[in-house]
């Protein structure tokens, strides 16, 4: 993250495949003397009960967990039940909890 933030042009926006990654990423912008949240904003994947207590709070996609484990279940059952399906890929929308690692982007 380090190497992006200090690239002649850098990102306005990090966006980690995990709310951990997430939390590690936040320290790179404050190392080069950035504003997360305002110079560079950081969003996660999760929404771990910790989200909201970093600083700033981070702002991350929340999945659908429950959707997700209805659908992994059915198709556990229908493998059990030996009742072949096609592949398949599954959209399930997830929800953005906006905290303050996010802001407009600067100009």
Same mark, same amino acid.
């Given at each position: 993250?380090?190497? +992006? +933030?200090?690239?002649?042009?850098? %990102?306005?926006?990090?966006? =980690?495949? @995990?709310?951990?990654?997430?939390?590690? &990423? !936040?320290?790179? %912008?404050?190392? =080069?003397?950035?504003?997360?949240?305002?110079?560079? @904003? /950081?969003?996660?994947?999760?929404?771990?009960?910790?989200? #909201?207590? !970093?600083?700033?709070?981070?702002?991350?996609? #929340?999945? %659908? #967990?429950?959707? =997700?484990?209805?659908?992994?279940?059915?198709? +556990?059952?229908?493998?059990?039940? *030996? #009742?072949?399906? &096609?592949? *398949? @890929? &599954? !959209?399930?929308?997830?929800?953005? /909890?906006?905290?303050?690692?996010?802001?407009? &982007?600067?100009?």
């Amino acid at each position: 993250v380090g190497e +992006l +933030l200090s690239a002649p042009e850098p %990102p306005s926006a990090i966006l =980690a495949c @995990s709310d951990e990654l997430a939390f590690g &990423a !936040m320290h790179a %912008p404050y190392d =080069a003397g950035l504003d997360v949240g305002v110079e560079v @904003s /950081i969003v996660g994947f999760d929404d771990l009960p910790l989200a #909201r207590h !970093m600083h700033p709070p981070l702002t991350a996609l #929340r999945p %659908p #967990r429950r959707a =997700a484990g209805e659908h992994a279940a059915g198709l +556990l059952i229908d493998f059990i039940e *030996q #009742r072949p399906r &096609a592949a *398949q @890929s &599954a !959209m399930l929308p997830g929800r953005l /909890i906006v905290r303050r690692s996010t802001g407009p &982007a600067p100009r």
